[in-house]
């Protein structure tokens, strides 16, 4: 087994959890803080599901669409709205960062909703990363409006983007159309979300980050999670043989991640069809 790499190591921090065999490390902290500790071009891909900064309802809700039965759009103080001013700071604080740790040819994925995703997109295009492909990500199970003011909501955004416009982009095009059958995919990712057997508000259905991997490394390449959450880029990454270094600010969703890394709920499954090299 290679060992993981050592030279993405941030000087200062410890991490949370470490397994050479899966080539996996979690850091405890602010990513904002850690990211400046990295050495530049270290990183073949990133994804980042950063707080989207859209929560200011308080809403309490009883549910009875087979998902939780109980919803709390207070369900964590990071989703709080904060003013755009904030947002466009704390955007560009992490994207230069990102920037400058990815190597030449290697690209970013960042998911977000309405609220957060046209700051990022300023944002990425501000700091000259180059945008390649806007993702719609429809979940067909999404739960419905409960106040019944709106529509339903059952798409999010997610940006890819280059780290420039020099080197080759890593983009494993023949694979992703023997994946989707012979077909050149579309920007328009069609899934559902499945339960978990762990609790956390805004987990990533693993069905997206195998396509986003897939589609943009090779085995072995390292991949950086700058909002961890709860773990799903790592707990991927690991099944599909690529190293992975995920950043988580809450101790809570840390302890969830390394509970998941070892296995506690469930070892990987691939989602997608295992057709081409891998």
């Known amino acids: 087994m290679e060992p993981f790499i050592t030279h993405c190591n941030p000087p200062r921090h410890e991490p949370f959890y470490y397994d050479a065999k899966k080539r996996a490390k979690l850091f405890h902290g602010d990513s904002c803080d850690i990211l400046k500790y990295m050495p530049d071009s270290c990183i073949d891909m990133i994804f980042a599901d950063p707080p989207y900064f859209g929560n200011q309802s308080g809403l309490k809700i009883n549910r009875k669409d087979g998902h939780t039965a109980f919803f709390d759009t207070g369900k964590a103080k990071w989703a709080l709205s904060k003013s755009l001013e904030f947002q466009f700071d704390f955007h560009y604080a992490w994207l230069t960062e990102a920037k400058r740790l990815l190597k030449e040819g290697a690209t970013i994925w960042i998911t977000g909703t309405y609220h957060s995703i046209g700051v990022i997109n300023v944002v990425l295009q501000d700091l000259k990363f180059k945008i390649l492909n806007e993702i719609?990500?429809?979940?067909?199970?999404?739960?419905?409006?409960?106040?019944?003011?709106?529509?339903?909501?059952?798409?999010?955004?997610?940006?890819?983007?280059?780290?420039?416009?020099?080197?080759?982009?890593?983009?494993?095009?023949?694979?992703?159309?023997?994946?989707?059958?012979?077909?050149?995919?579309?920007?328009?990712?069609?899934?559902?979300?499945?339960?978990?057997?762990?609790?956390?508000?805004?987990?990533?259905?693993?069905?997206?980050?195998?396509?986003?991997?897939?589609?943009?490394?090779?085995?072995?390449?390292?991949?950086?999670?700058?909002?961890?959450?709860?773990?799903?880029?790592?707990?991927?990454?690991?099944?599909?043989?690529?190293?992975?270094?995920?950043?988580?600010?809450?101790?809570?969703?840390?302890?969830?991640?390394?509970?998941?890394?070892?296995?506690?709920?469930?070892?990987?499954?691939?989602?997608?069809?295992?057709?081409?090299?891998?």
């Not at 990533?204 to 961890?228: G, M």
């Open 136 to 278: 719609v990500l429809y979940k067909k199970n999404a739960p419905p409006n409960f106040k019944g003011s709106c529509f339903r909501a059952v798409t999010e955004s997610m940006i890819w983007a280059k780290k420039s416009e020099k080197g080759r982009t890593k983009f494993n095009y023949k694979l992703m159309k023997a994946i989707n059958g012979g077909t050149q995919m579309k920007n328009l990712w069609e899934y559902r979300a499945e339960k978990n057997p762990f609790r956390h508000p805004a987990t990533k259905q693993p069905i997206i980050l195998e396509y986003v991997i897939l589609a943009s490394t090779n085995v072995n390449d390292v991949i950086l999670d700058p909002f961890a959450g709860s773990g799903t880029t790592g707990f991927v990454a690991n099944g599909l043989r690529r190293k992975c270094i995920m950043i988580e600010m809450e101790s809570e969703y840390c302890s969830l991640i390394k509970s998941r890394m070892e296995g506690k709920y469930g070892e990987f499954q691939r989602k997608t069809k295992a057709e081409g090299p891998v």
